[in-house]
């Protein structure tokens, strides 16, 4: 069925990719991830208590608290902890990723280079002028990271999901 959706219904779906990528991780894949996830280059999560997590989706790790820790030194592990280099890993190394596949995979497709600019932007939560703007920025700088042996730079905090 979701395979069959993107023709039947695309005038209110989001990218076909995203649901034949859906399709193979649930059958194919038997609900394992096995692509690298670009979500923790692409967003924080901040919960009521102040703990800032490095994935957006679910709750993995806190890399700081910023009503308990000094805001400052929190930030500064955006991009920098270790469990940065684990969550995007490929193929995925913590049990948390290996059953993950959510929305907001949609930014790792379009990373990715599976979903181009137009189609994402054609969707009201990506299709602002300055969504467009980071999404660009985020996809130039990720891919200038996979293509050099420098280190990716993560001089800004890109949230967008
Ligand atoms: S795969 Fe899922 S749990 Fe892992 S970092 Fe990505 S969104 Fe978070």
Known sequence: MLRRLP????????????YLALADFLDRHGSRRHA?????????QLFDTGALTPCPVGWTAEIGNLKTGDAGTVMA???RHKMYDLLTREPPR???????FS???IVTLFIAGAVSIEEITRMPMYGTAEA?????E????????KT????????STLALV
Request: aromatic share 6%; hydrophobic share 40%; glycine share 8%.
């Open 7 to 18: 023709d039947e219904a695309s005038p209110v779906l989001g990218p076909p990719a995203y």
């Open 36 to 44: 690298r996830c670009y979500l923790p280059d692409a967003a924080l």
């Open 77 to 79: 592990e955006v991009g």
């Open 94 to 100: 913590v049990p948390v990723c290996r059953n993950c």
């Open 103 to 105: 929305q907001a995979d």
């Open 132 to 136: 467009r703007g980071r999404l660009l």
């Open 138 to 145: 985020l996809r130039e700088r990720l891919s200038a990271a």
């Open 148 to 155: 050099s042996a420098a280190a990716p730079s993560f001089g």
